[in-house]
Each structure stands twice: as structure tokens, then as C-alpha cells.
């Protein structure tokens, strides 16, 4: 089993640069995928990043990195949009995952709580 806490989140404007970061607690941390979501109000919970996929929305700005002797992954974002504006959140599935399963957040077992990020025009 394996606890995912998020940080990192914040208001920040148009263009700027954010990145996010997720613990994860565990012993086996290094044999999980992990990735990356979001949700905007009142909408779907939405894939951003995992492994080397990315979602369209967010290629070429959003990166995806882990460091498994810190149990740790990160979400650097850069060049923010207002459409980013979301609660991400971290996520860990017990198998690695294709690129169709990979965005389906059915496919992952554990989530960490969010954390805000707001940008602003």
C-alpha cells in the first residue's frame, strides 16, 4: 500500500511556472506508475502526465519526473494557462500502464488529497 501527499499548488499568473511535488510513502514506491491528473469545477477528473505520456493540453510545457530513492514525483509546469486552473492530483497504479490505460484514472489504486493551482489572466 502506498500514501501519496501533493504540495506545491498556488495562484500565480498567466506564464508563470509552478511545480508540483508528491510523496509517497512505502517501501516499494519504485515499483509503481505514477501520474498525474486534474479536475476543474464541474468537470471530469482529467489526465495530465505519466511515465512519457503526456496529455495534449500540456505537452511541450509539462514535465513529468520521479526520484525513486526520495519516493517522490514532481509535475513542472511552465508557461501556465487559465485552462490549466484544476486540483491536481497524484496517483499510483500497482502495473505500468500502456498509453490507452495510462489516461484512465480507473486504472490507478491510490490518490493523494489535490492541491489547488489557480491561474490567473
Known amino acids: 500500500q502506498v500514501q501519496l501527499v501533493e504540495s506545491g499548488g498556488g495562484l500565480v499568473q498567466a506564464g508563470d511556472s509552478l511545480r508540483l511535488s508528491c510523496t509517497a510513502s512505502g517501501r516499494t514506491f519504485s515499483s509503481y506508475f505514477m501520474g498525474w491528473f486534474r479536475q476543474a469545477p464541474g468537470k471530469e477528473r482529467e489526465f495530465v502526465a505519466a511515465s512519457v505520456y503526456y496529455a495534449d493540453s500540456v505537452k511541450g510545457r509539462f514535465t513529468i519526473s520521479r526520484d525513486n530513492a526520495k519516493n517522490m514525483v514532481w509535475l513542472q509546469m511552465n508557461s501556465l494557462k487559465p485552462e490549466d486552473t484544476a486540483v491536481y492530483y497524484c496517483?499510483?497504479?500497482?502495473?505500468?500502464?500502456?498509453?490507452?490505460?495510462?489516461?484512465?484514472?480507473?486504472?490507478?489504486?491510490?490518490w493523494g488529497q489535490g492541491t489547488q493551482v489557480t491561474v490567473s489572466s
Open positions: 496517483a499510483a497504479a500497482g502495473r505500468p500502464k500502456t498509453w490507452y490505460r495510462a489516461r484512465n484514472p480507473t486504472e490507478y489504486d491510490y
